[in-house]
């Protein structure tokens, strides 16, 4: 087989009668495409699945029936396989097909001619030099160039899908790797401290997110504590977050004012960024030797505190304040919280609250703070697993819109 005929289409005929080359060559363009044959269809079932046709023409007169429905089971079995191609039967005995070939999952199967008295004139078999009346042989290659004009778009979106499906696993792949990449950014354990239990859970809305959140011991009396959320989600997103989490820890160890950490985390993400992404920040420094928690907010969503001594939670001050990287901002406003024995510091995003339910209703800070109010003396790893379930269930099915980040600081009583 030559190149030429490499790239012109394959017509596999069953069932050919003797003497008729002449009219197959006549009837389905020779020149314009090539031919196999085959005699039985055990025979073309061989065929179709070394070479794969573009098209089946089936002489149906003179085929036992046995013969026809074993090409129709094979055309039915192909097709939900995605490898079928059109198939003509030739002069076929409208009972030897299925009634609804639609429902059967084999439309792709062509009666010629019709079995119908309003279509042109009907296939007539002669002496086997002239197969078709005039009018029925250019119906006839009308119906080939559309089958095999159909098989070739069929073939087409099977190679795009082939391609499609293969850009999707590498796609994947790197979303895993990235993914893996970006958890390794997250604390992998926290510091240790005779007083304080800490635990935080994190589920991005998609395979890499744009939450962080971090514990970082400056020195042997000060920890700081991060807890941010990148605008946008996906790769752009996770590298924001990576740079975020190198500038929190190249530039704020050693400073104690958050509201002054938080301008130089300002300055050097605008300088070090060129996209749009914002981020909203808690940055506080836990005092040790105190157990005074100083904080200041870029437009995050503020924390909750668990009070022992009052025993209620409530939502920690801060006034309204800009994210980083959207307008200078000259100071945070600070703010201070002793830690007594039994007292919790709850951070999210916002991504907690927003959960949404099937009927479009939010989480919202309500069912949080009765969580915290209600399991307040739980570890904090429990506390954090039991609002990661609430919010679970709250949600049912319904797709994550957001990152889902929460860390629980507890002094122990």
Request: charged share 25%.
């Amino acid at each position: 087989m030559n190149d030429e005929n490499q790239s012109r289409p394959l017509i596999l005929l069953v069932n050919d009668a003797p003497g008729s080359g002449r009219d197959w060559d006549s009837l389905i363009m020779e020149d314009r495409c090539e031919t196999i044959l085959a005699d039985t269809a055990d025979t073309a079932y061989e065929i179709f699945a070394t070479l794969r046709p573009d098209l089946v023409v089936v002489r149906a007169a003179g085929m036992p029936p046995h013969e026809q429905e074993k090409l129709i089971e094979f055309h039915r079995q192909s097709r939900r396989a995605g490898s079928s191609v059109p198939m003509i039967f030739l002069d076929a005995d409208g009972d030897t097909l299925p009634g609804n070939r639609e429902e059967d999952g084999i439309e792709d199967i062509i009666l010629f001619p019709p079995l119908s008295g309003q279509d042109p004139e009907r296939l007539q078999e002669t002496s086997g030099k002239n197969l078709l009346g005039r009018l029925g042989r250019q119906y006839f290659r009308a119906i080939v160039r559309g089958s095999l004009q159909h098989s070739a778009l069929r073939k087409k979106m099977e190679e795009l899908e082939k391609h499609h499906a293969r850009f999707r696993r590498l796609a994947e792949r790197d979303l895993r790797e990235t993914a893996a990449i970006q958890r390794s950014f997250l604390p992998q354990s926290f510091p240790s401290h005779p007083d304080i239990s800490m635990a935080a859970v994190y589920e991005p809305s998609m395979q890499i997110g744009g939450d962080y959140y971090d514990v970082i011991p400056w020195d042997e009396n000060h920890w700081g504590l991060v807890m941010a959320d990148i605008a946008g989600h996906g790769a752009a997103a996770a590298v924001v977050m990576a740079l975020t989490q190198m500038v929190v820890k190249e530039f704020g160890k050693g400073i104690g004012q958050p509201s002054e950490a938080l301008r130089i985390f300002d300055r050097k993400l605008n300088a070090n960024l060129s996209s749009d992404h914002y981020v909203t920040m808690i940055y506080g420094v836990l005092d040790l030797t105190t157990m005074e928690f100083t904080y200041a907010s870029a437009g995050h969503v503020p924390g909750l505190y668990y009070s022992a001594r009052a025993d209620h939670p409530t939502v920690l001050k801060q006034e309204p304040s800009y994210p980083l990287r959207t307008f200078p901002v000259d100071s945070y406003p600070e703010y201070r919280l002793a830690l007594e024995p039994g007292d919790s510091v709850l951070f999210y995003t916002d991504g907690v609250t927003d959960v949404q339910n099937p009927q479009g209703q939010f989480f919202g800070i309500g069912k949080l703070l009765d969580l915290f109010a209600q399991h307040h003396d739980w570890p904090p790893d429990r506390l954090a697993k039991q609002i990661l379930d609430a919010a679970e269930r709250f949600r049912e099915k319904r797709e994550r819109l957001d990152d889902f980040t929460l860390l629980v600081v507890s002094r122990k009583k």
